[in-house]
């Protein structure tokens, strides 16, 4: 295919925020092929991942996807497409094995690690005519929600890329959020699938336990494991999960769906509604602490949002939920002795074993401590660890139990209770527990946006193998609402493939005699401004400072956000990063730059900064 048409994707079909139905439609009637759709893609994270924004979620890229699209394209042609799946480019969390790619799970130790074959769910991905565009980086070994690791680094959130993007799969979650492809693959042990989608506002459900194969996924704990997509709209993920989910000889907790027909989550939308459903609000998961309170104010407009299109809502209360949680989880006892069984089956692997990786000193230091903790478990069974085994049966019991008792169709609390961290901060307020070790299923859908303008998630839990139901409900939720919006730091590329130009913003403004003359420059996707004026008209020992301002959302007047310059300062230049609440002000024409000197202390000259104009 002519690369100039190739590199022109942008301009025929834009990648950005597009849905695996809008994908296959242009596919299907020629307007754009799956060449271009991947040249576009790999466009988009070229300009933003490590340049730009540098959200710094990919960590190995396929050297064949080009080549792959290309043969599909001519398959299409020949034969017809084989299924949704065709030609769609995809990311997969570092832990997926891929015969032609590294298995790192973000780990040095591991960069050279190659898998003597697929992951199931990536070889069924294959099989539905999947590009796979390449690897998203993840906490190192699964092993915490930040998304940090040794080889990987730290991946930013697209939203604000101060924070962290959620994880373990949050190169995942900030991959799919940025549009570097059209849905990702993701694993959860205690709400690695769902941190990240509540974090980037998406939609990702952790399936009922043996629902999906974890064979092929570098292991946490393998029975509190699941793996599946994370997706920019319910729709996407009910495609993504038909293409995955079902029986795996190879991993024993498939059984449950061993000779079962299973419903097909795309045509389950079809049957999703709200009115009639009846909610569980489980009010001890939305916490109390004033961090807290933006999440718990807008699942509780969502749960509103709900009744309004016909639900039915109580408070629902589990007895002993606490004493039943303490101590159920397993990562701690299964993780040394899951990932030494996966190592032994891939002989080739740098490293045998998770002592000789601290041995080496070849983990992110963020992770030691916990890595020597696990390691010292000096063997698979134990009478601690069968305790905490036998507290999960009893834990589901009690859960779906409640939900019978009260009637409910579904519990639901906030995902995550804070808001994404500032990278290098932890990460609190999770909720993954519940689901993690219950082995329900838990489905996280976006409900808006904090006024930080963070995203925030709402999760909602069902019972054993309705997944298709949780995933239908939240198809009629995002129906009614449409609570998700695409990132500032990761906007649509130009006409050549590329990442917008800087805008330039010219400020000229006087008033009594005191004159500001000066050039801003937006660069949009790194949304950095950088900065230059004079001020003429006063003496030096006159001026007091130089702002940015913009109105208070509490309707308290106008607010100064940024000092540009102080006190007997007539020149200045530099460069400052706009929060994602500044950007948006900046974006509506709501921010000036104002002088205020001596003898005019409320302000002197003043002129709107407007990267529209």
């Known amino acids: 295919m002519p690369t100039d048409r190739a590199e022109s994707a942008g301009v025929r079909f834009d990648v950005r925020g597009a849905s695996i139905s809008e994908l296959q439609e242009a596919m299907s009637s020629g307007r754009v092929t799956s060449v271009e759709i991947t040249r576009a893609y790999l466009a988009r994270i070229a300009a933003f991942d490590q340049s730009g924004p540098k959200i710094n979620a990919m960590i190995w890229m396929s050297p064949d996807a080009v080549a792959t699209a290309e043969a599909l394209d001519r398959e299409r042609a020949e034969r017809g497409p084989r299924g949704p799946m065709h030609g769609i480019p995809i990311v997969l969390k570092d832990n997926y094995d891929t015969f032609d790619l590294p298995t790192s799970a973000g780990s040095l130790a591991l960069a050279g690690n190659v898998a003597p074959d697929d992951a199931f769910q990536v070889a069924r991905l294959r099989a539905a005519g999947a590009v796979i565009l390449g690897k998203t980086n993840m906490h190192e070994l699964a092993s915490g929600i930040t998304t940090i690791g040794s080889l990987g680094g730290q991946t930013r959130n697209p939203y604000d890329l101060a924070r962290n993007p959620g994880g373990s799969s949050g190169g995942t979650g900030a991959a799919v959020a940025a549009s570097f492809a059209a849905v990702g693959w993701g694993s959860d042990t205690c709400g690695s699938i769902r941190i990240p989608s509540a974090q980037n506002d998406l939609v990702g459900l952790r399936p009922t336990k043996g629902l999906s194969s974890i064979d092929g996924i570098i292991p946490l704990s393998h029975t509190q494991d699941v793996g599946g997509p994370l997706a920019r709209t319910v729709r996407d993920l009910a495609i993504a999960l038909d293409a995955t989910v079902g029986y795996d000889p190879s991993d024993p907790a498939t059984a449950i769906v061993a000779g079962r027909d299973l419903p097909s989550f795309v045509e389950a939308l079809d049957t999703g509604t709200l009115s009639g459903i009846r909610i569980g609000i489980l009010e001890a998961y939305f916490g109390d602490a004033p961090e807290e309170a933006e999440a718990a104010r807008l699942v509780r407009a969502a749960i509103v949002e709900m009744v309004e299109s016909g639900a039915d809502t109580i408070t629902v209360e589990i007895p002993e939920l606490d004493d039943l949680l303490d101590g159920s989880g397993l ?5 040394k ?18 002592a000789e990786m601290l041995d080496l000193g070849l983990i992110h230091e963020a992770l030691v401590p916990r890595m020597r903790a696990r390691d010292r478990v000096e063997t698979r069974d134990s009478d601690e660890y069968r305790e905490a085994y036998a507290k999960r049966a009893p834990l589901r019991t009690a859960v779906e139990s409640s939900m019978d008792h009260f009637g409910v169709d579904v519990l639901v609390f906030p995902t995550v209770r804070t808001v ?16 993690a070790n219950s082995g329900l299923p838990s489905i996280s859908i976006p409900v808006g946006f904090a006024e930080d303008r963070l995203p925030i998630g709402m999760e909602m839990m069902g019972r054993t193998l309705h997944d298709h139901r949780l995933v239908a409900l939240a198809h009629a939720f995002e129906q009614t609402t449409d609570h998700r919006r695409e990132p500032w730091s990761t906007p649509s590329l130009t006409a050549a493939a590329t990442a917008p130009p800087p805008v330039r913003m010219e400020v000229h403004a006087a008033d009594g005699g005191v004159e500001i003359e000066g050039l801003f420059v937006l660069d949009p996707a790194p949304n950095r401004v950088s900065f230059s004026y004079v001020i003429r008209g006063v003496a030096p020992e006159d001026v007091v400072a130089v702002v940015l301002r913009r109105s208070d959302a509490d309707g308290g007047g106008r607010l100064v956000v940024r000092r540009l310059s102080g006190p007997r300062t007539l020149m200045a230049e530099g460069s400052l ?3 994602p609440e500044l950007r948006a002000a900046l974006d509506e024409g709501d921010v000036t730059v104002e002088v205020f000197t001596r003898a005019r202390p409320f302000g002197a000259a003043r002129a709107v900064l407007s990267p529209g104009e």
């Open 420 to 435: 994404p961290a500032v990278i290098g901060d932890p990460q609190r307020g999770s909720s993954c527990s519940l689901g």
């Open 577 to 579: 990063e706009l929060d």
């Open 337 to 354: 002795w899951d990932f030494a069984d996966y190592l032994a089956a891939n002989p080739e692997a740098p490293v045998s074993s998770l």
């Open 331 to 335: 990562i701690n006892f299964e993780f």
